[in-house]
């Protein structure tokens, strides 16, 4: 794979997973509701699981990882606003959903078998704000 694929895979993977862990902490603690916190938690490590299906060493994603010469660095919307709960729980979970579309689309270059994979694991996030919604 060359490296300008792997930068947006790994770009997404660390966005989708960090994005989910914060949704999951919201479960956790601020919803303190275990069986979401689970769901959150599986979901985080089916999409570790999804990334081990493209036969990429994790250390080659981030030897290909460029952060200071990123052009879309200096874009960053640094939200001033304070946010809630809510606010804070459906704008990760967009990124989650936005990141795991990402790796749907490039799985098709990068491991087009693993594309239902993240499929999936996008689908599953839509089901999860549904659900977390309500509770908010």
């Known amino acids: 794979m060359n490296r300008e694929l ?13 994005a989910i862990r914060v949704a999951e902490d919201i479960a956790r603690f601020y919803l303190r509701d275990a069986s979401l ?18 036969k990429v060493p994790y250390r080659d994603l981030v030897k290909a990882r460029n952060s200071r010469e990123d052009v879309g660095r200096s874009g960053l ?12 729980f459906l704008s990760n979970l967009k990124r989650a959903q936005e990141a795991s579309r990402v790796l749907e689309e490039f799985s098709k270059i990068a491991g087009p078998k693993k ?5 999936r ?16």
């Open 77 to 88: 919307i640094r939200d001033k606003k304070r946010l809630g709960w809510k606010d804070l």
């Open 37 to 54: 916190t689970a769901r959150f938690k599986r979901l985080r490590h089916d999409l570790t699981k999804a990334l081990l299906g493209f």
């Open 121 to 136: 694991l996008r689908f599953r996030l839509y089901e999860l704000e549904r659900e977390v919604i309500q509770k908010l």
């Open 115 to 119: 594309t239902a994979s993240f499929q």
């Open 6 to 18: 792997l930068r947006v895979i790994d770009a997404n993977y660390n966005r989708a997973k960090e």
